[in-house]
């Protein structure tokens, strides 16, 4: 992706997420230069938090892509130990018909929640013993306080106000539906560079190109600009 077209993509995601009503923090705000030179720099580069946009190395975001912005996370360690800072906080922005492609998780447990906009629609798979896709089997999952089974490759559709828990081995993909949609995220400890086993042969991260300078960085830039 180039990164003009990334810093636009930024910029129509505050103002989405802002129509809301729902303020970020101050960090989502930093220009490169200001994280640099921050003390919040440490923090965000270790646990990953602040925006993310991926077109999983496709090129073709407005089909297959999706905006975050991780508020908060723990670390894996925390997990290892079993106490500590256990959970992550996110949001996403799914665009109407934007395919966050087919996908599991080894670790994390989430909680998916249609925060407004359109529909949220959720296509789920059950895991196979060898944790490939189970093209047979009924998938059951929770949905605000009850069971909700539907058969393999089933469409979840979520109104606003409405969740549902995926736990560790569900295989999911999810578009917008009527227009986008704002998605809240509440889940175990997430780590995107090992926690994401993908259908498709794709990457988690976008492919960026260095036409202009960057509004925000991104959590797969800071390795390289924040180092």
Known sequence: MKRARINEILLEGKAFIRSFGFELPPFAH????EL??????????????????????????????????????????????GRGMLYAEKLLISRKNQLSPMHRHFLKAEDIINRGGGTLVLELFAGAQDGSIDRQADICVPVDGRLVTLPAGGLLKLEPGESVTLLPGVWHAFWGEGSDVLIGEVSTVNDDKTDNDFEMDIGRFANVEEDVDPLHLLVSDYDTHLA
């Open 30 to 33: 930093f220009s490169p230069s």
């Open 36 to 81: 640099k030179a921050s003390d919040h720099k440490t923090m965000l580069m270790e646990r990953a938090m602040g925006w993310d946009i991926t077109d999983y190395g496709k090129e073709k975001f407005d089909d297959m892509g999706l905006l975050l912005f991780t508020l908060r996370n723990g670390l894996l360690s925390d997990l290892d130990k």
